[in-house]
């Protein structure tokens, strides 16, 4: 049985009443991406988080990234707890979620960030929970969905940064490009050095470089040990890193 909350250094994640749980590889996303968008040299003002779930990305972006955080989470129960997930943290004051389907989202101004940990399974095996699959697979919002919504909310210098399933990111990337969004970054995320790549995290602009930086992520050194990248990336948010 899942633990009903989830302690980090600098806030909690309740999520008993989530429709998707705290992973290993969503916290990864968000350190990550936290990481890089501090390091960034023009200042981003705004960020966007589509699927905010729990609001796990919205607090673990909130400890390096200074703006505007909203979120938007259509799952009723999940926006419920992420909201009091909110409210409970020190960054309360600039964090906003909104109950909404994103397809019909719309605010008056664009977001310097967006971030997704999208439902991205289509067609593969379900569960019998209904809201777990509306969170996890594709059912509500399609990954053509999510970039014509990510495009349509990023300035014109913006960042979009999105997790997936490695093996879908050849395909993700070209249908990126029709929707003139390039990668630029890309992390490659594997359980051990024994193990594929399961999970890549993929930062893109509007801008055609022509070249990809390209990181790759071990996260166990040995079976009960995590390696010295992944405790690096972790140490601000894991309690015993």
């Not at 796990?56 to 909130?62: E, K, S």
């Not at 992420?82 to 109950?99: C, G, V």
């Amino acid at each position: 049985m899942p633990n009903h909350y989830f302690q980090f250094k600098q806030f909690t994640v309740y999520q008993d009443r989530c429709a998707l749980k705290v992973s290993t590889d969503s916290c990864i996303f968000g350190a990550w991406v936290a990481k890089k968008v501090a390091g960034i040299e023009h200042h981003l003002n705004a960020c966007l988080d589509i699927g905010s779930g729990s609001g796990l990305l919205m607090l673990m972006l909130a400890q390096q990234f200074p703006g505007m955080i909203q979120g938007v989470e259509i799952d009723k129960s999940s926006y419920e707890q992420a909201t009091e997930n909110i409210a409970a943290s020190k960054w309360n004051n600039r964090l906003q979620l909104f109950h909404k389907d994103v397809k019909l989202f719309s605010v008056p101004h664009q977001y310097d960030l967006v971030i997704s940990n999208p439902p991205f399974y289509e067609g593969d095996l379900k569960s019998l929970n209904s809201r777990y699959n509306f969170a996890k697979h594709s059912d509500g919002l399609t990954l053509q969905d999510l970039l014509e919504v990510a495009e349509r909310n990023l300035s014109a210098k913006g960042i979009f940064a999105v997790l997936l399933p490695f093996h879908r990111v050849a395909w993700f990337e070209q249908l990126a490009a029709s929707c003139e969004l390039f990668v630029f970054d890309r992390l490659m995320i594997r359980q051990s050095l024994q193990h594929p790549h399961f999970r890549a995290v993929l930062m893109m602009n509007r801008k055609n470089s022509g070249q990809t930086k390209k990181e790759e992520l071990v996260i166990r050194q040995s079976a009960d040990q995590y390696s010295v990248a992944f405790k690096y990336l972790l140490k601000e948010y894991y309690l015993h890193l």
